[in-house]
């Protein structure tokens, strides 16, 4: 193909997947179009705090991802293991106020623990995100 400086050029920055159609027409009245589907990947539609306070203060007692309601549609799994392995939390409830920071009732130390989370996006792309998160005491 070739392109020059007098073509007019477009810049696109979609923050969704969005499907772009060009249409062209020649001097000549020759018209011919083609389309590209531009796939946003790299955006994080879960976000989860580094640390929590379980102390009975109502300030950040639940652990406990955010998202926009909109982007997630469904919670596949959502869960929280010490540094043992054992799964001290689980959910895939969307509606959940998250993981007291208790286990089997027993309130846990002090300590970093590992998350999974496992959802469907508003795009119907399963999405997923891991980390550690800080019980504070």
């Not at 286990?103 to 999974?116: A, K, R, S």
Request: aromatic share 12%; charged share 15%; proline share 4%.
């Amino acid at each position: 193909s070739i392109v020059h400086d007098s073509m007019p050029q477009t810049f696109a920055m979609p923050l969704n997947t969005t499907l772009f159609t060009l249409h062209i027409i020649d001097n000549r009245g020759c018209i011919n179009s083609d389309s590209v589907v531009v796939c946003i990947t790299g955006r994080s539609v879960i976000i989860a705090p580094t640390a929590f306070s379980p102390n009975g203060n109502d300030i950040n007692n639940r652990y406990f991802f955010l998202s926009n309601k909109k982007e997630i549609t469904q919670l596949l799994k959502f869960e929280v293991y010490n540094r043992w392995g054992i799964k001290v939390f689980s959910t895939s409830d969307i509606n959940s106020k998250g993981w007291d920071g208790t286990y089997n009732g027993t309130p846990q130390d002090f300590g970093v623990f590992v998350y999974y989370i496992q959802a469907i996006s508003d795009q119907g792309v399963t999405v997923s995100k891991q980390g550690n998160v800080t019980l504070l005491r």
